[in-house]
């Protein structure tokens, strides 16, 4: 790659490299010491920086580096690093693109973001504090979003006199932990960040120290960029249509294309030639790992964005479940069997955390048990995808095996992961036809098969109406079943308890057995308090377009806790009752059912008959 510039750079490819550590270690004012003393700071910067490190720095008089880089208000104000802070820069030798990352742990966020995009990571120790938590995790997180080369940049040896021995000692530290990473290389560099040693060229005071300084050191590590030689992968990105013409767009992430290449999608048979490409690239014969191509197929094929096209002598597989590890971000936990969407390639589609293998603790890469994951924690987990996706071990691919997760409400980014191996179980399995379908087994019966979900708080009289639902059906010849959320609790659900990772189980279980009656040619009605929107909606996805019913039993809190007819409410308000719906735990009522029913306002009888009207107008009952 030639990254231009000054007459003489060396050719050896854009570094990307992150600064990371805990809080206060030094990682802006790094930075800015290697723009500083490599003679890259404009006047006019040279001169504001002058001026702010009078009114605002933290080294008295002196030049503060770390200014030119916290460049955010908030930051200034704090004397702290909120987010991610990028800065281009190049030597004579080579070009840089640097991310200065967060050091507090609730910004953990911030530096995965600046590790998945980076090949070193730079870690800042403070010489006099040692290898901190937040050097372990952060360390961690490096090594699990692909970086391979380790920098350990003890600084603030100014104020340890220079000491070899905790330099020494502090090194041998990280070696001994880093050890199992899977780092390429490490190296350890002495340095002050806020005086300049060894951070571009070596210091007087460090006579013992025989490496090289801090910048040299990244002037001189070899990337080994294996995507070229790697198996072919192109990543549809957007189909590009006018009349007859046809185009791909999308990046090689991997090998190259030439024209006349045999291709096909990953996950299919159907093989085709590549007609050509028709961009303004020079190369019009080839495209290379790292462009953004377009590119036409000889015969017309079923892509869309997110597929992958490959080799017929190296296929790509696609899967519907995963295992891979995952570092939540999200001050809520993570819960297993609560949907998410996960973001993989160019793709998105919801996704379940089926299991929660083992939590990794930071310090000692330790397997930890855990029910959920919590804000900052690296989870190793199975992943159930609604659709099948092109998967690559993250080892063998950051572009086919990296993905996001997003929460469904709120479309917040709430993880970030890895995948370690496609999950194989699913492509031994394959759905039985049957002679007797669910309309077949609905017509015997004389009526279609639905599913009402009644959804409300404790006391709102969801049990009440959905017996006599159930008995004005009955009378009418229709073939019915009750879930009560308290029956069910005697029996399928009697180990959840009402934690939030029990109730969203809860609501999953019921959903399925409900959907099994709905295919049976049934009318089930579930009444559970089902306090969550994200569960409703889940459970609402496992049926066909109508089949689902979503009926809110609506009463306002008062009126329920003056009904109270099993003394939850009391009981929850002494404290004999933990995660109570409506006294400590949350309930989000529906935003768009089908039906709502006021208990307030309407007598049982009258909601049960609005009920049984809906269901003759849906076409349910006659």
Known sequence: MNVGGPSGIVDRGVLRFLTCGSVDDGKSSLIGRMLLDLDLVAEDQLRALKSDSLRSGTTGDELDPAL??????????????????????????????VADTPGHEQYTRNMATGASYSDVAVLLIDARKGILTQTCRHARIAAQFGIRHAILAVNKCDLVDFSAEVFNAIERDFRAFAGALGFKTINAVPISARYGDNVVAHSARTPWYRGLPLVELLESIDLDDDRSAAAPRFLVQWIARKADFRGLAGLVTHGSFSRGDVVQVAGANRATRIEGFVDKAEDQERARAGEARMLVLADELD???????????????????????????????????????????ARTVPTTITALKHIVDVNTGAHLVGRQLEMNELGFCNFSLSAPLPIEPFANSRDHGSFIVIDRLSNNTVAA????????????????????????????KGHGAAALWLTGLSGAGKSTVASLVDAKLNALGCHTYVMDGDNIRHGLNRDLGFTEADRVENVRRVAEVARLFVDAGLIVIASLISPYRLERLSARERFRQGEFIEIFVDAPLDVCRQRDPKGLYAKAAAGQIKNFTGVDGPYEAPVDPELRLDTVASDPEALADQVIGMLRQRGVIR
């Open 303 to 345: 892509v869309g964005r997110g597929d992958v096209l490959c080799s017929p002598q190296s296929p790509l597989d696609v899967a519907d479940q995963f295992a891979g590890h995952m570092l939540w971000f999200d001050a809520h936990a993570m819960i297993p069997g609560r949907s998410y969407l996960v973001k993989l390639g």
């Open 68 to 97: 030119l880089l916290d460049g955010l208000e908030a930051e200034q104000d704090q004397g702290i690093t909120i987010d991610v802070a990028y800065r281009y820069f190049q030597t004579p030798r080579r070009a840089f693109i």
């Open 417 to 444: 992961g890895t995948v370690e191996f496609p999950l194989r179980r699913a492509a031994n399995l394959h759905l039985q036809t049957l002679q007797v379908d669910k309309a077949a087994r609905a017509a015997i």
